[in-house]
Structures are given as structure tokens and as C-alpha cells.
């Protein structure tokens, strides 16, 4: 592994059920900046599983199953999830490893070497649902102030260990302010330094009427969010000077649903303070998935199944919508209409027709033979199109990149529908029609290029269509100069159109046509 691997990583799900689209939200986009990032050099990208904590072990019991045997039957299809939607982790974590729990174990003992774990009683109230400590000024009606819970809270009275996190107010302060791209979009910044402004209390970490998590030594368990939170590091055999450690250590993009923010660009740095380690350079907090205006979540049980979306859709087609439809940092509301929307609009009539009718006429007109590059108002109007989209990758803007590409297979369209190939070919213009013929080819072969990273099976598809062998993993600043396709290259016209149209149908036919 070189040391220039960017390393990307998504929360770890509580398994306390099954996967929904919003999980699968967060899983696309880091597997995209991950595939992103293969392309400049190598990443590596971290996922996995939350499997502690009361939430957890609640929904267990609900199922008459002992907590490990039920998160051993649920991980399958966790993984499954990545699998259907093409999302490549490097390493998947479970916090119910041996090699989580046992480093879990040497950070407490590290942190209560150095004074920064201590020993106190808590008093005070706890969500189960959003295993959270709240004081009890910050309850509303006596109830989780969380405005997406408010669910009854319990009280709890125990012999605790802490963490000294009040003591790093300052230090994270000044790490915000130093550091502006600390915390992504503006919005999650503002509000975690108008958190830290309004002061810090220490932070109860271990829980004494639970087992269901890390033991800690002289009883209790671990506090599930710090245990969690310990995978990012864990996952890289910290404890043990591992040289994924070594190399990998900061991240450089953590991704988390903005409403746990806090937990991630608070207590994680400050923990992170603590054992002498540094911050991630970028903790991105993402908008939610809504229902009807609603967030999707487990616990309301507005939820879209995305096993039954993709057989539906088709990986790729959902990979795009879901970028696509908003900024990465705002909330957006899923709908199977606008899904198909994209797929008939975007995907089907302006890439997939581009790719048909030039491929089409290329066979017709030149026995699918690319001709030679001729100079090119496309290629020179382009020119600065990767820049544009690594520019808009760099801040995690993937509908803005996605509409820059967009401009290129619009720009494509357009060369087509203007010069009118098939009157060149009439005519006998031969030249005019082999300098159209090759920058639509070559359009295409920038396209599959820099499309790979969002839809990796459709572009790996039109990567083959154009004569070329395997995926479209290439450096982008040698392949992606005008030109670059080679005369001479033999097309092999798709049997079938890349996105077939897909019309309000019954499931059962519909999964047919995304095939
Ligand atoms: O919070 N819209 O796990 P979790 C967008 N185990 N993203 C969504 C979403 C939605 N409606 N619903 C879920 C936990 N997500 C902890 C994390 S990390 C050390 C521990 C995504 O199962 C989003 O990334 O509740 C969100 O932050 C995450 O799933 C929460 O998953």
C-alpha cells in the first residue's frame, strides 16, 4: 500500500434489522470517491457494522435470538448490499471481532494512563434509541430532545467511567478554526463550533447494567458510540503499530448522516486528541434520503427496501439518481418516479441514445473503423472538463461533477444533431464526416472514463463497446487528452441500448428491462 492512498470510510450500521436505501446512500458515494481516487493512484476504503449496544441487543431479544447470533445471521446481508450496488470496500468491520474488541480494551487502558478516562457516577437520563446521554435541561417535555426521536428516555444511575472531553474544547476550537474543511458542508461546521462555543461536559463512556458490548476491565461494558467510533482506527490494527496504521492514518474523507455530526467532528477528534493521534482531514456530514418529507429511518419504518430497488433499477441507474438528484450536503426526497425519470432522461436519451447512434453510424458509415483525429472544436472546448470535475471531487460536489459531464454528452448531441452525419455521408463529405465520427467516438471513450467511478458497470460496457478490454480504470491525465482514441480501433455496436427505456411498469417486468 503506498502512503499516498486516499481512505475513505462510512459509518458503521447498527444491525439491529435489515439495510435501507439510506444506508445504501452513504455506501455509494464513499465507493465513488473511493473508485475516484483509484484513478489518481489508490484508496482504501473502510465500512462495517455497529453490532453493541442496547439498541442492538433490544432488537435480539424482540427476535428471541441471543445478540451475537442474531447480528452473525444479519451481516450477510449487509454485505449483500454492497455487493448489488457494486460498492468495493477494501475491509469491512464488525466491532464483534477479536480484533476490534482487544484494541478497544488497550485504548481504554491508554486513556486511563493518561488520566483521560476517569472514574464518577453518572446520574442522568439516556436514549436507548439514539444511545445518547442528555442533561436534563436539554430534555423537552421530559423527552428525547433529539426532533427526530422524542421518544421517552430512562434514567440511570451508575458507577462510570469518563471521558475528560471537556478538556479538549479549546484544542478543538482552534482545530476548527485552523482547519475550515475540517468539518464539510458550511452549514455541519457552524453548527458543531456554535456547540463547542456553548461549552463540553465530560463524556460518560461505559455502561454497568448492560452486556451487550466491550467488557471492560473491573466490569461494564464500553459506551457503544465509543466503541464505534474506535473501528475507523482499529480496522488499521492500531493497538499494534499496524502498517495500515502507518500509512493510512488520517483519513482523508469519514462520511456520516448529518445527525451524527457531533459524534464524529467532537468526541472522535477529541479522543483522537487524546491518544496523540491527529484529526481526519475531512468529516463530511450528508443530507438525508426523506419519505414524504420525512428522514427514512429504521425506527419510523418509512423505509424503501433497496434489495427490491436495484432488481427494480439496475445498480448503476440508481448510483447515478442518487448523486445526481441533490447537492451531497442537502436533504432529498427518494421517489421511484424520479428514479425512472433520470434513467428515461439523463441515462436513456442523452448517453445511451449518444452512444447508439454513434456507434450505429460508425458501422454504417466507416464498417466500425474510428477514423483519424482530425482537429477538434469538441476536444478543445473539453479540454479542461477533468479539472473541472476533479475540482468539484475535491469537495464531495458529485452532482455538480455529474453536470459537468453532463455538458459533454449534451456538447455531443448537439455535434450530431447539427452536422447531420448521414447528409455528410450523402454528400460525400468525407472528411467533415470522419471529424464528426471521431470526436463522437472519442467523446464516448471520455466519457466511459470518467463515468466509471459512478456507474462502474454501464461504463465498463461502453468502455468494451469502443474495442477496449476490461474497466475504465485508467490515470486521467494521460487518457483523458483529445485524441487518445486510436484510428484504426474496431467498435463493436451494443446488442442492446445501455439503458433500455424503463415505463411505470408491475416489478416483475420492470426488473427484466434493467437487466
Ligand atoms: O448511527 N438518509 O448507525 P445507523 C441518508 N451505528 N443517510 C442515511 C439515512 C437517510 N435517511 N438513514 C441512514 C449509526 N443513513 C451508528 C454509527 S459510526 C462510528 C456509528 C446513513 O445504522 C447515514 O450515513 O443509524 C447515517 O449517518 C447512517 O446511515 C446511520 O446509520
Redo the contacts with the bound molecule.
Keep these: 500500500m503506498s502512503q499516498s492512498a486516499f481512505f475513505v470510510t ?5 444491525i ?1 434489522g435489515n439495510p ?1 436505501m ?2 445504501a ?2 455506501s455509494i458515494a464513499a465507493d465513488v470517491l473511493a473508485r475516484y481516487h483509484r484513478t489518481r493512484g489508490t484508496s482504501y476504503f473502510l465500512t462495517g457494522t ?1 453490532e453493541h449496544g442496547q439498541k442492538v441487543a433490544q432488537a435480539a431479544a424482540a427476535a428471541g435470538m441471543a445478540p451475537k447470533a442474531w447480528t452473525d445471521s444479519l451481516v450477510p446481508r449487509w454485505q449483500e448490499l454492497c455487493a448489488r450496488y457494486d460498492v468495493r470496500y477494501d475491509d469491512f468491520i464488525r466491532t464483534t471481532e477479536p480484533r476490534h474488541i482487544d484494541q478497544v480494551v488497550e485504548v481504554f487502558e491508554r486513556l486511563k494512563a493518561t488520566g483521560d478516562v476517569y472514574l464518577g457516577t453518572y446520574e442522568g437520563w439516556y436514549c436507548t434509541n439514539d444511545e445518547t446521554f442528555w442533561l436534563e435541561a436539554k430534555l423537552i417535555d421530559g423527552r428525547c430532545p433529539n426532533p427526530e426521536c422524542g421518544r421517552e428516555v430512562q434514567w440511570l444511575s451508575e458507577q462510570n467511567w469518563f471521558f475528560a472531553l471537556s478538556k479538549y474544547r479549546d484544542r478543538l476550537l482552534s482545530y476548527f478554526r485552523e482547519n475550515p474543511n475540517f468539518v464539510r458542508p458550511e452549514r455541519s461546521y457552524n453548527e458543531m463550533v456554535a456547540t463547542l462555543e456553548g461549552g463540553l461536559d465530560d463524556l460518560c463512556i461505559s455502561r454497568t447494567n448492560l452486556d451487550w458490548g466491550v467488557p471492560l476491565p473491573g466490569g461494564g461494558v464500553m459506551y457503544v ?1 465509543l466503541d ?2 474506535l ?2 482506527i482499529t480496522a488499521l490494527d492500531y493497538t499494534h503499530d499496524g502498517e495500515k496504521f502507518r500509512t493510512l492514518w488520517p483519513a482523508n474523507v469519514q ?3 448529518k ?2 455530526a457531533r ?2 467532528t467532537i468526541i472522535w477528534p477529541a479522543v483522537l486528541f487524546a491518544l496523540g493521534l491527529p484529526a481526519p482531514e475531512m468529516v463530511f456530514a ?5 419519505l414524504e418529507g420525512e ?4 425506527s419510523r419504518g418509512n423505509v424503501v427496501d433497496p434489495f427490491e430497488m436495484v432488481d427494480r433499477f439496475g445498480a448503476d441507474t440508481l448510483r447515478y439518481f442518487l448523486l445526481r438528484e441533490a447537492p451531497f450536503g442537502s436533504d432529498f426526497s427518494f421517489g421511484e418516479e424520479k428514479v425512472r425519470l433520470r434513467r428515461n432522461g439523463d441515462l436513456g436519451n442523452d448517453l445511451g441514445n449518444l452512444a447508439r447512434r454513434s456507434l450505429a453510424m460508425l458501422v454504417k458509415y466507416r464498417d466500425g473503423v474510428v477514423p483519424a483525429p482530425a482537429p477538434s472544436a469538441t476536444g478543445a472546448a473539453f479540454a479542461t472538463l477533468p479539472a473541472r470535475v476533479h475540482e468539484a471531487m475535491t469537495t464531495l460536489g458529485f452532482r455538480d461533477a455529474l453536470e459537468a459531464i453532463w455538458e459533454l454528452v449534451a456538447a455531443l448531441n448537439r455535434l450530431i444533431d447539427e452536422k447531420r452525419p448521414w447528409d455528410l455521408h450523402k454528400h460525400g463529405a468525407r472528411e467533415e464526416l470522419d471529424a464528426v465520427l471521431y470526436d463522437v467516438c472519442e467523446g464516448l471513450r471520455w466519457l466511459a472514463i470518467m463515468l466509471w467511478p459512478f456507474m462502474p458497470t454501464k461504463a465498463t460496457e461502453l468502455y468494451g463497446t469502443l474495442g477496449f478490454v476490461g474497466e475504465p480504470l485508467v490515470a486521467w491525465n494521460d487518457a483523458l487528452r483529445w485524441g487518445g482514441l486510436a484510428a484504426g480501433t474496431h467498435v463493436a455496436p451494443a446488442e442492446l441500448p445501455l439503458f433500455p427505456r424503463m415505463d411505470a411498469e408491475p416489478a416483475a417486468t420492470a426488473a427484466i428491462a434493467a437487466s
Design positions: 462510512t459509518p458503521i450500521y447498527y439491529s435501507h439510506g444506508h446512500y452513504t455497529d458510540w464505534a467510533l473501528n475507523y462520511l456520516v448522516g445527525e451524527i459524534f464524529h450528508h443530507g438525508w434520503m426523506t428522514k427514512m429511518s429504521k
